[in-house]
């Protein structure tokens, strides 16, 4: 009966190809399954950062649709590690942009100097390479047994990468070399041990480092810092997510406490933005005046 039903039905209209919207909604339901299964909420990330390395974990996890994924990371408790973890991470380098931390050093260091004891935080630390720039410049100003540096990431992953204090370098050369145009005057052997292709920070800068997992989404301020240093943190996020974070990095920084972000971010323009004075002529790094 069915069957001869089918066969005098006339031909249905072609269905139109609606990939696009299937491929939405699959996104959408993938981050609020996330926050609802596990906490971590990355439905206010930009769109374009999501998409792309959804892109990129559905290669490396080996499925075919975002609804794939979204099996994947919540019956697979590495692989939703994993996707936190790449959801986290940044294409960073020891020592990137040399002249940026000239900058930290001249303009940032010489008021650390004037506390008794300072500290400094790196939300969205990712593996670390920032935090061990940062505290190789404070030891060599002879400021880091002062400090305490706070690095935090929502990936227990990538903490553990940075706990280990151990990193792979193109060359110990170009290493060497970008230590030197950040202003430093020590060898590098004093700072870490090298090896062929990797060197590993020595124990006199990691114990002046607490890591702690930490959600700029959804997590409040951690204590009130002399410095946050967020390079490449907020383009992640849309608008609405990057106004929370600056009331709260505005909340965790002392009086005459510095931001210090990426060359392609501003204070311009924000909702804060009267509170701050900018020290660089080149570099957006900005000190709270009141």
């Known amino acids: 009966m069915v069957e001869s039903v089918i066969r005098e039905a006339p031909l249905a209209p072609p269905v139109p190809d609606r990939a696009e919207e299937r491929a939405a909604v699959e996104f959408s339901l993938l981050l609020e399954a996330i926050v609802r299964w596990s906490g971590y909420d990355f439905r206010e990330y930009a769109p374009g950062t999501l998409k792309r390395r959804i892109a990129e974990r559905m ?15 919540l019956h697979d408790h590495d692989a939703l590690r994993r996707f936190v973890f790449a959801m986290s991470s940044s294409s960073n380098r020891l020592f990137r942009a040399p002249e940026y931390f000239r900058a930290v050093r001249e303009r940032v260091v010489p008021f650390l100097r004037t506390y008794s004891f300072a500290r400094l935080w790196f939300p969205g630390a ?3 390479e920032d935090v061990y720039t940062v505290a190789s410049i404070l030891y060599e100003e002879n400021v880091l047994d002062r400090c305490m540096i706070y690095a935090t990431d929502m990936s227990d992953l990538a903490l553990l990468h940075a706990r280990g204090a151990t990193y792979e370098i ?11 145009l950040s202003g430093g005057r020590l060898s590098v052997s004093d700072i870490c041990d090298l090896t062929e292709g990797t060197v590993r920070f020595k124990d006199v800068l990691q114990r002046q480092i607490i890591f702690s997992t930490h959600s700029l989404a959804t997590d409040a301020s951690l204590n009130e810092f002399n410095a946050i240093i967020a390079r490449g943190v907020l383009p992640q996020f849309n608008k609405s997510l990057q106004y929370r974070v600056h009331n709260l990095f505005l909340q965790s920084l002392s009086r005459f406490g510095f931001v210090c972000l990426s060359s392609a971010e501003s204070l311009h323009a924000t ?20």
């Not at 050369?173 to 030197?180: C, P, V």
């Not at 933005?273 to 570099?283: A, I, L, M, P, W």
């Open 59 to 73: 290669r490396a996890e080996d499925v075919d649709t975002i609804s794939g994924l979204q099996e994947r990371v």
């Open 126 to 128: 990712a593996t670390g």
């Open 170 to 180: 193109g060359s110990i050369e170009e290493f060497a070399n970008d230590y030197r």
């Open 271 to 290: 909702p804060h933005e009267g509170v701050f004075r900018k020290v660089d002529d080149v570099f957006p790094i900005y000190r709270r005046m009141r």
